[in-house]
C-alpha cells in the first residue's frame, strides 16, 4: 500500500529516508555525495512523484521504492 509522503510528520519523514539511504548504501557515482544530501535527492523523488513510501503488510515494513517498479 502507497503511503502519501505528506501524511508524515516531516521529523519521521526525514528519519525514514535516512534509514532507506544507509540500507540501501545507494552508489552516487564519482563524486561522493553527504548523508543530508542523499537525504534530499530522495524526498525530491517523493516529491515529484518518482518514488513512492510503500507499507508492507508482510513484513510490517515501510520502503522506498521508485513508482515505476510499485506493483501494489
Excluded: C
Excluded at 544530501?37 to 515494513?61: P, Y
Amino acid at each position: 500500500m502507497i503511503i502519501p509522503w505528506q501524511d508524515i510528520a516531516p521529523e519521521t519523514l526525514d528519519n525514514l529516508i535516512e534509514s532507506f539511504v544507509l540500507r540501501e548504501g545507494t552508489d552516487y557515482g564519482e563524486q561522493e555525495r553527504s548523508l543530508e544530501q542523499k537525504v534530499e535527492d530522495v524526498k525530491r523523488q517523493l516529491q515529484s512523484g518518482d518514488a513512492v513510501l510503500v507499507w508492507s503488510e508482510l513484513h510490517e515494513t515501510v520502503n522506498i521504492m521508485p513508482r515505476t517498479s510499485f506493483r501494489g
